[in-house]
């Protein structure tokens, strides 16, 4: 079994920083790619950013150039940087692992973390 834990989300002024941390534990062979994702209240779930086991990252339009997504692979950590905070990034942030492990390979999903921007 694999778990996702997100942390480091809170309530941010408009413009501000936070930075979202995201640890996978458990039967984990190798993590091939990690995402962020955020779902805001009333909408959709909305992809954010990806990052591979080799480095490569993508952002959808609506952060570029605001978030930078990173990853520690040794200790299968992944962050999220996000500045220039705008009330409409206020959403729960869920981070999503595509996991090989013993015998197979899945994706998880982590519980979230909220962040607001508000002032």
């Known amino acids: 079994q694999v778990q996702l834990v997100e942390s480091g989300g809170g309530l941010v002024q408009p413009g501000g920083s936070l930075r979202l941390s995201c640890v996978a534990s458990?039967?984990?062979?190798?993590?091939?790619?990690m995402r962020w994702f955020r779902q805001g209240p009333g909408k959709e779930r909305e992809w954010v950013a990806t990052?591979?086991?080799?480095?490569?990252?993508a952002y959808s339009d609506s952060v570029k150039g605001r978030f930078t997504i990173s990853s520690d692979n040794a200790k299968n950590i992944m962050y999220l940087q996000m500045n220039s905070l705008k009330p409409e990034d206020s959403a729960v942030y869920h981070c999503?692992?595509?996991?090989?492990?013993?015998?197979?390979?899945?994706?998880?999903w982590g519980q979230g973390t909220q962040v607001t921007v508000s002032s």
């Open positions: 458990g039967r984990i062979l190798r993590i091939n790619d």
């Open positions: 990052i591979t086991s080799g480095g490569i990252v």
């Open positions: 999503n692992a595509n996991v090989n492990y013993p015998g197979g390979r899945q994706a998880y």
